[in-house]
Structure formats: C-alpha cells, structure tokens
C-alpha cells in the first residue's frame, strides 16, 4: 500500500529536495506551501524531474480552516514540517513574525493532524539549538540554549513534541537538526533561491562566482581553526533529503521518535570553502577578510554516529559535490545524465 506524506513548505530548498526523495522512494507525495519563500515555478520543475504532476496546496499554516481541508482532502501516513521562518538576522528584526509562524503555525499543524488521525511527524530543526557549544563535535544531549527568537522557535518546536509524545504515545516524531545545508539537486533544475542579497556562506558565493556581487566578505581570520576562518559541518542538500526519507521510514515501520543530528561529522573553513567552489567554477574569485560577524562561533560540527545507529544514514556526498551541483545549478548548467 503506497504510503502518503504531506510536505509543509515543500516547495523551498529543504522541501523541494526532500519530495524528490520521497518520490524515488515510492511515496506518493502532497506539497503544502505559501510560497512566501519559494518561487513559483518549483512544482513544474519538481514535475520535470518526476515526470508526474505535483499534487499542491497552496496556502499558510497559519490558517486552520484551509489545513483543515488539506487533511480532508488525503489519507497522509506522516507529514514532514518545513513551512517556517528561518533567517536568524531576520527574526531579531521581527520576533513576533517568527513566533507566530514557527510556533502558533506549527501548533495549528499539530491540531489539524490530532484531528484527522495523522500523528507521525518529521520536524525540521536546526543545529542552531545548540547555543553557545561546550564541545566539538556536537553530541544530540548537549544542552540547548537559544541565541536568537529563530533558535527559540526551533527550541519550542522540539519541546512542544517532547511534551505531546509524553501525553499521548499515539504520536512518533523525527526531530532532524540540521547543521549547514548547502548544494543543489544533480539535475540543476532546483536548488537554493535566496529572495536577496544572502546571509549564508555558499549562496553569497555563488553570487560572486556568477558576477552578481563583487567580493566575498570573510568574518573574520582570528578564530582558532586550522586558517583562522570559521569552520562549519556543510551537509549536500541531497544527503540531507536522504535523511528525511530514512527518518519517514523509521517513523513509519517501528513508531520510534527519534532526535538526531544531521550532518557529515566533518568540517571546512570558509577559506576551504572559497577554495572548492573556485575550483568548481574554474577561476578566482575575490575576497576580503572583514572583522567579525556578531554572533558567530568559531567552529559547529556534528557528531553524526546516532543518525547513523538509529535511521542507517550515512552522509555520501563531498564539498566538491556541494560547490559543483551549486555553481551548475546557479549557472544553468542542466543535466540529464543519471546520476552517477
Ligand atoms: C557559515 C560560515 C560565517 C557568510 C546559519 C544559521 C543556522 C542555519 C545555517 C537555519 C561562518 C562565514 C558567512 C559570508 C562569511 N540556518 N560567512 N561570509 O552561520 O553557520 O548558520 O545557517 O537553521 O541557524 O545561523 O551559516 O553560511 O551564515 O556561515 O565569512 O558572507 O561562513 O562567519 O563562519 P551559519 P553561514
């Protein structure tokens, strides 16, 4: 019997990579998005790729009559919960947005699955739960402690499950932290589509490598990491999308919550990072060494071996993939040669 899952924000960068996932795994597959950060000819590329039509709700979490008609519209197994704010800059700006979307939207999610009998959820979540770490590479026990109204939000998401899987063991949940999600989908049909100028290391590259801006600007070479630049844990997108379908499936066969962390266990520097997407698009590409950016820590890795032990999750893919599926995604390089 084909198991069926709802996608809440699957049309964005997580999301959109994660349904093909899903799709190569059999599911049959249901996208909820309000496309307040996603372009809108996602689901016609996702359909390109599939070959079959996206089945889409468009609208917002933050409306509980219209999630009430998705769940009356599908049988769903399992819902995989992308649909939320995530720019941490953002939410010091506007900490009433994020709590109102991140949690009173989540909670609107939760209230329409009790009600249609849908109690098997993957929640997006985010290494940034871990604050100010204590120790590298981050074990999934180490103390959360929010820096930011985002981290708040994510440190609530978790804590709102841990509390409805106490009260009532109908429900199995699949916290996922992710650590730094860069890269795009082999085909480059889709991948990450910042709205502006971006926060994060590998799109604001990306930009250099295709002329849109003119330097990099490094936080900072006085940190304590082999270069002096920060040193974060870059997960391929595809691989983190791996990670969703094997969590889904845990879910599914043994009823088992789990909260895992979902990253490679290794790190590179920003000036590695330069480094291999220069080497991906074939020339230079400028930078300069700037002070500091508030709030960033030296070094964030994971410790991957319980994603490992619980879900079989193994992060394949190297930083060359990252930066070469990024710069064919940014420069239009299609391909539709199987993956290798
Ligand atoms: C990576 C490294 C920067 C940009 C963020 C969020 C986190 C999560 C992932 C949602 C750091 C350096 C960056 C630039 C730079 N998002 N950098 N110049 O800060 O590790 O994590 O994204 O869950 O919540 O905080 O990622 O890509 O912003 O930075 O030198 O223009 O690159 O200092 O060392 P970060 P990032």
């Not at 947005?97 to 929640?123: H, P």
Request: charged share 20%.
């Amino acid at each position: 019997m084909t198991k069926t899952v709802l996608l809440t924000g699957g049309a964005g960068y997580i999301g959109s990579h994660t349904y093909l996932g899903l799709v190569a795994s059999g599911y049959d597959v249901v996208i909820l998005d309000n496309f307040s950060n996603a372009q809108e000819d996602v689901p016609l590329r996702l359909a390109r790729i599939t070959g079959s039509p996206v089945k889409l709700h468009r609208g917002d979490v933050l409306d509980p009559v219209f999630l009430t008609g998705v769940f009356a519209a599908h049988d769903f197994d399992a819902v995989i919960h992308f649909a939320a704010k995530k720019a941490v800059g953002e939410s010091v700006a506007k900490p009433l947005d994020y709590i109102q979307t991140n949690v009173g939207g989540f909670v609107n999610l939760l209230q329409a699955m009790d009600a249609a009998d849908v109690r098997r959820i993957v929640f997006s979540s985010s290494a940034t739960v871990y604050g100010d770490t204590l120790v590298q590479p981050i074990p999934e026990d180490h103390p959360r402690t929010y820096t930011s109204p985002y981290a708040y939000t994510k440190i609530s998401g978790e804590l709102i499950l841990e509390q409805l899987v106490a009260a009532d063991p109908r429900w199995a949940v699949g916290t996922l932290r992710y650590f730094n999600p860069v890269g795009a989908h082999y085909s480059a049909l889709i991948g990450e589509d910042p709205q502006d100028i971006p926060n994060n290391l590998v799109p604001y590259i990306a930009k250099v490598a295709i002329g849109e801006l003119p330097r990099l600007q490094v936080f900072g070479d006085d940190y304590d990491t082999p270069d002096g630049t920060g040193l974060r844990d870059y997960i391929h997108v595809e691989d983190l999308a791996d990670g969703h379908v094997l969590s889904v499936n845990a879910l599914l066969e043994t009823g088992q919550s789990h909260t895992v962390n979902l990253g490679t266990g290794e790190g590179s520097t920003v000036l590695e990072v330069l480094r291999a997407y220069s080497d991906a698009c074939g020339k230079e590409l400028p930078f300069e060494i700037v002070p500091r950016r508030d709030g960033d820590v030296a070094v964030l890795t994971a410790r991957p071996d319980l994603a490992r032990q619980v879900l079989g999750f193994n992060a394949k893919r190297t930083l060359d993939d990252m930066c070469q599926s990024s710069w064919a995604w940014v420069s239009g390089q299609l391909r539709n040669d199987p993956k290798p």
